[in-house]
C-alpha cells in the first residue's frame, strides 16, 4: 500500500516484542488520507483489519492529509 498509493519517499518498519506480545508500527512520509473517510470496501485496509483480527489482535491507522500514515498492530503471542 505505501509503494502503491502513499507517494512516499520513506517508510519505516518496527517490530518490537513485550509482555508476550508483538508490536508492528508501520509509518511513511507519504499523501496520507482521511481515516474518517476510508472507504470500507478498500480490499487493502480490509485485508490488514481482518488477518489482524485473525490472530486475535488490534490495529489502528492514524493518517491526515499530508502528513503522512501510521498503521500499528498489537498482536499477542
Do not use: W
Not at 518498519?13 to 508500527?25: D, E, V
Not at 489482535?57 to 501510521?70: D, L, R
Amino acid at each position: 500500500n505505501i509503494i502503491k498509493h502513499s507517494d512516499a519517499t520513506e517508510a519505516s518498519i518496527k517490530i518490537s516484542y513485550a509482555k508476550n506480545q508483538i508490536f508492528l508500527n508501520i509509518s511513511d512520509n507519504g499523501k496520507g488520507f482521511n481515516v474518517e473517510k476510508i472507504d470500507l470496501k478498500s480490499n487493502g485496509i480490509i485485508n490488514i483489519k481482518e488477518r489482524v483480527a485473525l490472530l486475535k489482535g488490534e490495529c489502528k491507522f492514524s493518517s491526515s492529509i499530508g502528513n503522512g500514515t501510521q498503521l500499528s498492530i498489537k498482536m499477542p503471542i
